[in-house]
Every structure is written in C-alpha cells, then in structure tokens.
C-alpha cells in the first residue's frame, strides 16, 4: 500500500448511508496471564468484568471484557489470554496508549494516590490537550491513561470494592496510535472514517510517551474524549510490534446493522481488504487494516453483553455464543480457573 494516498475514494451512497461513526467501541489487547490481568483490572482499577468468554477464532484463550456498571458499548477493554505471545514492542505500527475515562481531576488524586499504594509505575498528574491526565503501566506494561473527561453522562461507574464509587472508571478515552509518517492514516481517518482534525499537543515525560512527541488529535460525532483518535507522530522510532502487553484491534461504534453494512461498503469502495460481517453474538464486526499498521474493527452497539446473561450476574460463568455451545465441556477443560 502506497504510504502517502489512500487506494481509492468511496460512492456518495456510502458515505450517506453509513452515517457517523459514534465513538469507541472497545478496545481489546492481550495478556500473558487472565488470572494476573482479572486482579489487577477488578482489584487494582475497580473494572467490572462483564464478560467471561473465549477469543472465538481460538478457544483456548480466554476473551475478558470489563466495563461500567452497566456494560455499555464504549466502556469496554478487552484482553485475548495468550500466555505465549512475545511482548509488545514500542514504535509506529502500534497502540501507544488507551485512555480511560474519569469524572473529575479530583478522581485522578485520588487514582495517583492509590496507584502508588499498589506499587504501580505511574506519571504525575498533567494537562494533555486541555485535559488532566494521568499515564500509568499495568503489570505486564500495557499503557494507559486516566483522562478527566469534565463529568460527561456516559458511563456508570461500578460498584467495586477500595474504589470510591464517584471516582470509578466510567469508560474509554482516547486510543492514541503511533506512526512514524502521518499523512496516508490522516487521509484514511478524514476521508474514509470521517473524523475530523481537531487540533495537536505536545506529550509530557511519561512512563509510555517520548517527551515533545507531536500527537495529532482528530474526533467523529461530538469529538468528546470518548469519540477521538490521536495519533503521536514518531519518524525516527523503529517500527513497533504488537504483543503482550499490547493492543491488538481498536474497535470503533456504529448504531445498528444496517449503519454497520453501510461502513461495510464505504471501506470497500474506498478500496481497502475488509472483512465480511462477522456475527459475534454480542455485536457485529467488520475488521480491515489501517494505513497507520494497526487492526481496526467497526462493531454494532447490540445486541450487547446482557444476550445471554441477567445484567445483574455479567461475568460471573463462562459465557459461549451459541455455534459454540455444543463444546461447553471440552472448551472448558482447556481453561485455566481465573482464582
């Protein structure tokens, strides 16, 4: 693929009829150990898992999902278990960091405090973009950030326990992607996903970030911090590689399915490979590759998690789909318990 243009240019029908994307979907990365990882995001970071299933395409590994109280699209991070995955390796080509959303800055003092009491490599607390952050690693390094989101109404934080309710994860940031030449997934964002240029910062010194990186900020439907892209421009870093530790696939949001067949058909005619749409039970999925190197997904805001769970018990027995029902016993073998 040509580095600075995009293949094609989509039909004024598809780009009608696919309407706005409308935000993050969720955001899925990997794990060396689902036991390690469901601690520390329960424990550590007060998530709800709301999803206890297998990575479909490999039932041997686990496929957990944590999110708000209420298991809303746009709340959700997800981990494929795979113990044997090399680690990730910083550079363009990969997820720099996912953002999680808070209510106010003073969550995010009271996030610096505790993370330090758990013995978390964590930055301070700084002004990124006109916001108060707050950058920290989990256990095996994935990269994340606490954002103030100025108290926007989505997201219902969860009950967990040491987690003061109001000060809770209430859903996902923004992903920000590293790339060592902007221009061909700046095209790709604007004129095929139809987000907008926004505006660009300066990183801070942080755990996960090279200080003075240039990060270019583009949004879609309202552009709050739950609906951007950013995309830290790195020339001279080697290629990066994603791994444990890391991102696998970001996955943006459409309504319904026939949005999603629409999106299915602006990419298409945009001349980029994409996936047929896949049905996960709990959402549908399209997957293509970006110009930046990294995977994305459009996913479906239903049917959601509450399919064959009560809202009331997410998360708490192995969840199948039903074309994987039948090998209840023999997918369950293979697990390792979670503790």
Avoid: C
């Avoid at 980029?272 to 479906?300: C, H, K, N």
């Avoid at 809202?311 to 979670?338: N, Q, T, V, Y």
């Amino acid at each position: 693929m040509d580095t600075t243009t995009l293949p094609g240019t989509q039909s004024a029908t598809s780009r009608s009829s696919a309407g706005a994307l409308t935000g993050l979907h969720h955001v899925t990365a990997i794990t060396g150990s689902a036991p390690a990882n469901v601690r520390f995001y329960t424990r550590t970071l007060g998530m709800r898992l709301t999803k206890k299933s297998v990575n479909q395409d490999d039932v041997t590994a686990y496929h957990l999902f944590y999110g708000d109280a209420v298991a809303s699209p746009g709340s959700e991070l997800t981990f494929f278990d795979w113990p044997h995955a090399t680690p990730r390796r910083r550079g363009p080509g990969t997820v720099a960091s996912t953002g999680l959303r808070v209510g106010s800055e003073q969550a995010l003092e009271w996030w610096a405090r505790r993370l330090t009491s758990a013995g978390v490599t964590h930055g301070d607390i700084a002004d990124e973009n006109g916001r108060a952050t707050l950058r920290f690693l989990d256990p095996e390094g994935q990269s994340l950030l606490l954002v103030n989101d100025g108290g926007l109404a989505n997201g219902v934080t969860w009950d967990a326990a040491e987690v003061v309710p109001e000060h809770g994860v209430k859903g996902l940031g923004p992903a920000t992607i590293e790339v060592a030449d902007a221009r061909a997934m700046t095209s790709f964002l604007t004129d095929v996903l139809g987000f907008r240029p926004v505006n660009e910062y300066r990183a801070r010194t942080s755990p996960d970030v090279a200080a003075d990186t240039t990060i270019r900020v583009f949004a879609t439907a309202d552009g709050d911090v739950d609906a951007q892209l950013h995309l830290a421009v790195r020339p001279d870093a080697p290629r990066g590689r994603f791994g444990r530790g890391g991102v696998h696939h970001v996955a943006l949001r459409t309504p319904t399915e026939a949005t999603h067949a629409a999106w299915r058909q602006r990419i298409d005619d945009a001349g980029f490979q994409v996936t047929p749409v896949i049905d996960r039970f709990y959402f549908r999925s399209i997957y293509f590759m970006t110009p930046s190197g990294v995977l994305f997904e459009i996913a479906t805001d239903g049917p959601g998690m509450t399919a064959d769970e009560p809202l009331e018990h997410l998360g708490e027995r192995l969840s199948l789909p039903p074309f994987l029902e039948g090998r209840r016993a023999e997918i369950e073998k293979g697990l390792l318990p979670l503790g």
